[in-house]
C-alpha cells in the first residue's frame, strides 16, 4: 500500500509540474514527502561527487537516499508527466479561467502546511520575509512571456536547469518558468511527440541544475528551517498571482466576468476541497503509521 501511495503522490508532482502556476514541491509539501526528496536528492548528488571526491565518500551519502519511497515517486512523476502533458494541453487551452480557478483552489489551501510547519507564533521578522518573498513572486509571474517558436538544443538546458529548482522549490512553478523563457510550448509538445534529442537535453540540464541547487537547499532545511519555510510561504503566495483565472494574453489581471463568476467559485471551493481532503487522509495515514511503530 505504500509503494501504491508513493505513485500517487509521485504522479500528483508529475501533474502539478505540467501546469503554469502550480508548483511540483507545493505538492511535495502537501502529501508529505518534500523532506524525503530533498534528502535523498541531496545524498545522490553528494554521492556522485564523491566518486572522485574522498572526503564526501567517507559522509556515506548514499545511506541517506530513501530508495524504497523515491524510486515509486520518481516513477510516478514521470508516467504522470507524459499521461497529463496528452491531456491538460487542450483543457488548459479551451478553459483557462476554469483550470486557474481550480489549481488557485488547491495553492491556497496548501498554504496551510508551510504555515502549520513554520508554526504558530509568527513574528515581526517573519511577516516582514514572507511579505518580501510573495512581492518577489508576484513580480516575477507577472513578467512577459517571451515566444520562441524552435528553441536551439543550446538553450533548452539552461532553461531545463532553472525550471528543475522550482521542481524543488514550493511557491515557484517550473512550467511557468518555462513559459516566461518561452520554452513551454515546445518543451509540451517534445513531450508530446517523443522528441528524444530535445529532452534528452533538456534531462541533462535539469540533472545539472538540480545537483547544484538541492545541495544548498538540504542545508538550508537543517540550519535555517524556519526563514526558509517562510521564505517558501511567501513565495506561495505571491505565485497566486499566476493564478488569477482571469487574465489578458499579456498576463494583465482583469477584474471578474459576472457571468462565469459562479463556476469559477465553485471550481476554486473544488481546489480546497481536494487538497483539504489530501491533508486528511495524510494526517490519518500518518497517524497509523505512527501507531504501527509504537506497537512494535
Request: proline share 5%; glycine share 8%; hydrophobic share 55%.
Amino acid at each position: 500500500m505504500r509503494v501504491f501511495f508513493d505513485l500517487l503522490r509521485g504522479a500528483l508532482i508529475g501533474v502539478a509540474e505540467i501546469v503554469p502556476g502550480v508548483s511540483g514541491g507545493t505538492i511535495a509539501l502537501i502529501v508529505r514527502v518534500y523532506h524525503s526528496i530533498i534528502r535523498s536528492a541531496s545524498g545522490v548528488v553528494r554521492g556522485l561527487v564523491g566518486i572522485v571526491v574522498p572526503s564526501l565518500r567517507r559522509q556515506k551519502p548514499w545511506s541517506e537516499v530513501e530508495w524504497r519511497r523515491i524510486i515509486p515517486i520518481v516513477g510516478g512523476m514521470f508516467a504522470a508527466i507524459f499521461v497529463a502533458a496528452a491531456i491538460l494541453e487542450p483543457v488548459l487551452d479551451a478553459y483557462p479561467v476554469q483550470a486557474r480557478a481550480v489549481f488557485a483552489g488547491l495553492i491556497v489551501m496548501s498554504l496551510v502546511v508551510p504555515i502549520t510547519m513554520v508554526g504558530s507564533r509568527w513574528g515581526r521578522r517573519d511577516v516582514l520575509v514572507a511579505t518580501t518573498a510573495a512581492a518577489v513572486s508576484f513580480v516575477l509571474v507577472g513578467l512577459p512571456t517571451l515566444t520562441v517558436t524552435d528553441p536551439s538544443l543550446f538553450l533548452v538546458a539552461p532553461a531545463a536547469a532553472v525550471a528543475v529548482c522550482a521542481l524543488v522549490l514550493p511557491g515557484v512553478s517550473g512550467s511557468f518558468l518555462l513559459l516566461t523563457l518561452g520554452m513551454y510550448e515546445p518543451t509540451l509538445s517534445a513531450v508530446n511527440d517523443r522528441d528524444v534529442a530535445y529532452l534528452g537535453v533538456f534531462v541533462a540540464g535539469a540533472i545539472v541544475g538540480l545537483g547544484s541547487f538541492v545541495v544548498l537547499l538540504q542545508w538550508l532545511l537543517t540550519h535555517r528551517r524556519r526563514i526558509t519555510l517562510v521564505v517558501m510561504t511567501g513565495l506561495m503566495v505571491g505565485s497566486l498571482r499566476a493564478l488569477w483565472p482571469w487574465q489578458g494574453e499579456a498576463r494583465e489581471l482583469l477584474a471578474p466576468d459576472p457571468e462565469n463568476l459562479p463556476v469559477v467559485v465553485g471550481l476554486f471551493v473544488a481546489g480546497v476541497t481536494v487538497v483539504a481532503v489530501l491533508l486528511v487522509v495524510e494526517r490519518v495515514m500518518s497517524a497509523e503509521r505512527h501507531n504501527d511503530e509504537h506497537h512494535r
